[in-house]
């Protein structure tokens, strides 16, 4: 959905009228053959229908989880998918280093952060999200 959201960026803001008319996104780079000025490739198979999924609008639901997800500065996806990656990134700072929390640097904050603002959050949160 965050790449939908990127790729439809120009669409959304009026500048084209058709999503793959904006030359300087990934979406017409790939459509038009150019993709090794691409910064990096995709890291899963690109769906056949990605043209048509990128052209379809997406919902305010869709719009709104994006956006708060942004605005918080936390990692798009389920309250598991989250959780899952607060684990991994403190287990990963456990094992490498200074034992001191000061010393763990942004990955230690991030997790410890978002553990925290899922925690708070609690209820609040959309069930919505996608599960990956």
Do not use: F
């Amino acid at each position: 959905m965050a790449l939908r959201y990127v790729e439809r960026n120009a669409l959304r803001a009026n500048l084209v009228e058709r999503v793959q008319d904006w030359r300087w996104c990934s979406l017409w780079r790939r459509l038009n053959g150019d993709e090794e000025s691409l910064l990096s490739a995709w890291p899963i198979d690109m769906p056949t229908d990605w043209l048509g999924q990128v052209s379809e609008a997406q919902s305010a639901a869709e719009l709104e989880v994006l956006r708060r997800s942004e605005n918080r500065g936390t990692p798009y996806g389920s309250d598991a998918w989250q959780m899952r990656m607060a684990k991994k990134l403190r287990a990963k700072n456990r094992c490498s280093g200074p034992t001191d929390r000061r010393d763990h640097g942004q990955s230690w904050q991030l997790a410890s952060n978002l553990a925290e603002l899922l925690q708070v959050a609690g209820d609040h949160r959309s069930t919505n999200l996608p599960s990956g």
